[in-house]
C-alpha cells in the first residue's frame, strides 16, 4: 500500500511489505518515542482526535505520537459532547472537522462508522475502533509487539504458535490481529473461548485458507501449553444486551502466576491489548503476574505509541525530514 495521504480503516489494507516498511520507520522513530531524541517535524499540523467510545491507551498515545512529532493535538470525546447527539451525519460531521485538521482518529462504538465518516472527510482517517469490528492499529502495534519480543530469542513471526483467550466474539484486537496474522507463515492459533463467544466463523476460515493450524477449545490451561504467546482478552461488557449477560462469562479465563507457571513455557509472553478487568469477579490477569519479565502487556502500550508515530509520519510523509527537523531536549524526566 501507499501510505502518503491514506486512510487506515481496516488492517486488511495491508500486505506483508507495507508492515515491514511501517515497522521499519517504527524503529527508526522509537528514540524519539523514548525522548531520547526530538523531532518537530509535525509543527503547525493539527490532529483532531474524536473518541466517541471511552479510551485511555488509543486516544492518550495518539496525542502524544503526534506531539512527538512536533504537532497539535485537538480532542473531541463523547457523543453527548458533540453535535451527532443533534443529529448531525456523520458525513457533514467529517465535512466540517477535516476543514480544521490535517488528519484525524476517530473511535466509534458501531462498525463500519470510521469508514462511513472517512467518506465525508477531506483529510486522511485512522480507525481507532469501530464498534466490535476492527482495531487496525492495535493488530499493528501488537504485531510489532509479537515481533520484537520473538526477536530476543532468535525466532520470526513466521512459525509463530499463539493462544487468544476470552471474548474472542466481540474482541475487535483479536479480529484484526488475526486477519494481520494470515499474512505470515506456519502458524499455531488456539483460540480459548466460551462456545457463545468464539472467533467469528470468516476469521477462523481466514486463518485455515491462509494454511494455519486452528485448535478451538474452552480448555484454559490446554491453551496455554505449548505457545510463544498468550494473548489474553477482556470480556466486552460494552457489547453484551445486559451485564447480567457479560456475568455469565466474566472471570471463566483467570490467568496467574501458578497457572503460567504449571502450564507455559519459561519463554512465552503474556500480552493483553489492555484494559484487563482486575475487578474481582474478572481479574483474567492476576496483579501476581506484574513481576514476571514474560509480562508484556506494557511495553506493548509503549510500542502503541512508536507504531502510531510511525503511521503519523507515513500518512504524512514526513519520515525522510523527522532528522532534518531535530530540536535539543531540555528537560528530564524518565525514571
Ligand atoms: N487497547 C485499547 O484500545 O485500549 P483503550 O480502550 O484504553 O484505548
Known amino acids: 500500500m501507499d501510505f502518503r495521504s491514506a486512510h487506515i480503516l481496516s488492517?486488511?489494507?495491508?500486505?506483508?511489505?507495507?508492515?515491514?516498511?511501517?515497522?521499519?520507520?517504527?524503529?527508526?522513530?522509537?528514540?524519539?518515542?523514548?525522548?531520547?531524541?526530538?523531532?518537530?517535524?509535525?509543527e503547525g499540523a493539527i490532529l483532531g482526535n474524536m473518541f466517541f467510545e471511552p479510551s485511555t491507551r488509543t486516544r492518550v498515545s495518539f496525542g502524544a505520537a503526534f506531539n512527538l512529532l512536533g504537532g497539535f493535538v485537538r480532542e473531541t470525546t463523547g457523543i453527548d459532547s458533540s453535535s451527532l447527539k443533534k443529529g448531525e451525519s456523520l458525513y457533514d460531521t467529517a465535512r466540517v472537522l477535516s476543514g480544521y485538521s490535517d488528519i484525524i482518529c476517530m473511535r466509534?462504538?458501531?462498525?463500519?462508522?470510521?469508514?462511513?465518516?472517512?467518506?465525508?472527510?477531506?483529510?486522511?482517517?485512522?480507525?481507532?475502533?469501530?464498534?466490535?469490528?476492527?482495531?487496525?492499529?492495535?493488530?499493528?502495534?501488537?504485531?510489532?509487539?509479537?515481533?520484537?519480543?520473538?526477536?530476543?530469542?532468535?525466532?520470526?513471526?513466521?512459525?509463530?504458535?499463539?493462544?487468544?483467550?476470552?471474548?474472542?466474539?466481540?474482541?475487535?484486537?483479536?479480529?484484526?490481529?488475526s486477519k494481520l496474522l494470515c499474512l505470515y507463515k506456519n502458524i499455531t492459533v488456539k483460540l480459548v473461548s466460551p462456545e457463545a463467544l468464539a472467533l467469528p466463523n470468516y476469521l477462523i476460515d481466514s486463518l485455515v485458507n491462509a494454511g494455519h493450524r486452528v485448535e478451538v477449545s474452552n480448555d484454559l490451561e490446554n491453551g496455554l501449553k505449548g505457545v510463544d504467546i498468550v494473548y489474553s482478552t477482556r470480556i466486552q461488557e460494552e457489547r453484551f444486551s445486559s451485564s447480567e449477560e457479560a456475568n455469565l462469562y466474566r472471570g471463566q479465563f483467570r490467568l496467574n502466576e501458578t497457572i503460567f507457571t504449571a502450564n507455559c513455557e519459561p519463554n512465552t509472553v503474556i500480552m493483553h491489548p489492555l484494559p484487563r478487568d482486575s475487578r474481582s469477579d474478572a481479574n483474567e490477569l492476576d496483579n501476581d503476574l506484574n513481576p514476571n519479565p514474560r509480562l508484556a502487556i506494557f511495553r506493548q502500550a509503549d510500542n502503541g505509541v512508536i507504531v502510531r508515530m510511525a503511521l503519523f509520519a507515513s500518512i504524512l510523509d514526513v519520515v525522510h525530514l523527522v532528522e532534518k527537523y531535530e530540536a535539543p531536549i531540555h528537560w528530564a524526566s524518565r525514571r
Open 11 to 42: 488492517i486488511e489494507q495491508f500486505e506483508r511489505d507495507s508492515i515491514d516498511r511501517l515497522f521499519e520507520t517504527a524503529d527508526f522513530l522509537a528514540p524519539y518515542a523514548r525522548r531520547q531524541k526530538r523531532t518537530k517535524v509535525l
Open 108 to 177: 466509534h462504538p458501531q462498525a463500519h462508522s470510521v469508514a462511513e465518516f472517512a467518506e465525508g472527510s477531506r483529510v486522511p482517517v485512522i480507525n481507532g475502533g469501530d464498534g466490535p469490528n476492527e482495531h487496525p492499529t492495535q493488530a499493528l502495534l501488537d504485531l510489532y509487539t509479537i515481533r520484537s519480543e520473538l526477536a530476543a530469542h532468535d525466532r520470526t513471526i513466521d512459525g509463530l504458535r499463539i493462544a487468544m483467550i476470552g471474548d474472542l466474539k466481540h474482541g475487535r484486537t483479536v479480529h484484526s490481529l
